[in-house]
């Protein structure tokens, strides 16, 4: 129990960590401005997340290849296999960042409605931030694979002490553009 409880916990507390990430950015931009702005960012999160739909499922089929791969000490084709699956949801995921970018204000009217359609600036830079997680997001299951979850969960907790000091300095000047 304890060499299960010592990788379970590390995992757990890291996904607590990136779950606090994305609700970290609505209670400091409720707390700093209005609910419209926190209606705004609300609003377009989840079509910035559909940039790591491509990853999701790419990491549902790379997490138990790669550990196959890591307890037959088979290190030099799981960095090849990594490179390819991130070249392929990079290639994927390129069609739908390239929407969020190019044609932010039409798609959020198309899909959600004109009222939200300020939040345009909004969704492009979620956009470029989700295209970036899901092009580099094979490192943390890669992370996983590895055992390596001790330093996983260090890079988690300082990407959220780091979200939270960006937040704080940003939000309160910029706004949900700064969120």
């Known amino acids: 129990y304890r060499r299960l409880f010592r990788f379970c916990m590390p995992v757990f507390a890291a996904d607590m960590a990136s779950a606090l990430r994305l609700v970290l950015v609505f209670v400091v931009l409720e707390h700093f401005h209005n609910l419209t702005n926190v209606a705004e960012y609300r609003a377009v999160m989840p079509i910035a997340r559909l940039n790591s739909v491509v990853l ?3 990491s549902l089929l790379f997490l138990p290849m790669a550990s196959r791969l890591f307890a037959q000490k ?4 799981l960095g090849e296999m990594q490179s390819h699956v991130a070249l392929w949801v990079t290639v994927l995921s390129f ?3 390239a929407a969020c970018i190019s044609l932010s204000e039409p798609l959020i009217v198309l899909l959600i409605g004109e009222r939200y359609s300020s939040a345009a600036p909004i969704l492009a830079i979620l956009a470029v931030g989700y295209f970036f997680q899901a092009a ?3 490192n943390r299951q890669t992370l996983r694979a590895l055992g390596k979850v001790r330093v996983l969960l260090y890079i988690e907790i300082i990407a959220t002490i780091t979200a939270l000091i960006a937040a704080l300095m940003l ?3 910029f706004g949900a553009i700064g969120g």
Do not use: W
């Not at 088979?74 to 084709?77: I, S, V």
């Open 56 to 58: 999701m499922n790419f």
């Open 74 to 77: 088979n290190t030099a084709l």
């Open 95 to 97: 069609p739908v960042f």
């Open 136 to 138: 580099l997001g094979l």
């Open 171 to 173: 939000v309160p000047r």
